[in-house]
């Protein structure tokens, strides 16, 4: 809570500027918008947990302005114990408990929701701010491994523009987390860039880099499709300790040594590190607003990202909200400018 009223406080001291991108007037960067979103009309579906290996059923709201994703265990309402607010769990970076096979989010009551991170891609990617998504169970449904079928459900659900500004988190200046040979970074960049490069032993994924320029429809075509990933051998294990027990063929890129075992293969050559793409914007929209800035990961997973916005709040003079400058808004100051030279660097 202390750093929520930090982020608050940060914001009524004025360090909200405006925009300063160097682009043509009326041009935005990738997916920049001045106004909040959420859905035009709920939907919902079901499927297999990953890790239960059970039927979970989720239902996706419209929710107003300044409310954020926000996840309620319906299975757990009037549950002994438990008051009525203590079945929500807001979606953002603090509020995250467990990173091990995937992001877990938990509130004060110890109600949790795990598996979040490929919807909260998807909310990312279709740009939506708000919404409140009941489930029926510990964690979200693993659908097909990937994040179009949450993208399909946002689209058939529609989009609907609220009259609120969007703010932005822009990056003043880089924070990095490096642990292990794994490192990840936040630096200023005019728009929303992810840079991820990995290196697995097995050569049937290697080394592989990609680049990831957000901007609208994109996401949908270049990274929502990329599934999760994982040996088989892992697999046994992680069922031998009741984990992963949802995991198939169905919901995953299956290897084994070398051979990718889910019949039809690979949808890209390059579907392992487009997968961590999906994850990384995932674990990024949980900092609570879109990022402005580029994102570097080199072998990182949900624990270094998380770990990098920890930093990233922790480091008040590295980032400030923003919101894109209409009329008399706009203005410029010392940072915006010292930022337009960095973008320009490149
Ligand atoms: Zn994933």
Partial sequence: MG??????????EGRRGALEFPV??????GG??????????RIGCAGIGLHSGEQ?????????????????????RGAKGLAGENICVQARYDTVSNTQLGSTLANEAGVSVATVEHLMSAFSGCGIDNARVDLDGPELPVLDGSAVPFVVL??????????????????????SVSEDGKRVSLSPHDG?????????????????AYVFQSGPGQYKTEIAPSRTFGFLHEAEHLKSLGLARGGSLQNAIVLDGENVLNEGGLRFPDEFVRHKILDAMGDLYL???????RFDAVRAGHAL??????????????????????????????????NLRRAARG
């Fill in 3 to 12: 750093k929520l009223v930090e982020l608050e406080r940060s914001v009524s």
């Fill in 24 to 29: 043509r007037q009326g041009q935005k960067p």
């Fill in 305 to 338: 990202n998380n770990k990098l916005l920890r930093t990233l709040f922790n480091t008040p003079n590295a980032w400030e909200y923003v919101e894109w400058p209409v009329g008399a808004e706009r203005q410029t100051g010392a940072a915006p400018q010292r």
């Fill in 287 to 293: 900092a609570g607003a879109p990022i402005i800035g």
């Fill in 154 to 175: 946002l689209e058939c659900a529609g989009v609907s523009r609220l009259t609120a500004r969007r703010r932005y988190i822009r990056i003043l200046d880089t924070v």
């Fill in 32 to 41: 920049v918008e001045n106004f909040q979103t959420t859905l035009r009309n």
């Fill in 192 to 208: 929303f860039v992810l840079d991820f490069e990995i290196d697995f032993p097995a050569s049937i994924i290697g080394r592989q």
């Fill in 56 to 76: 979970v059923r989720f239902t996706i709201y419209p929710a107003e302005a300044d409310s954020g994703i926000i996840f309620r265990r319906m299975d757990l």
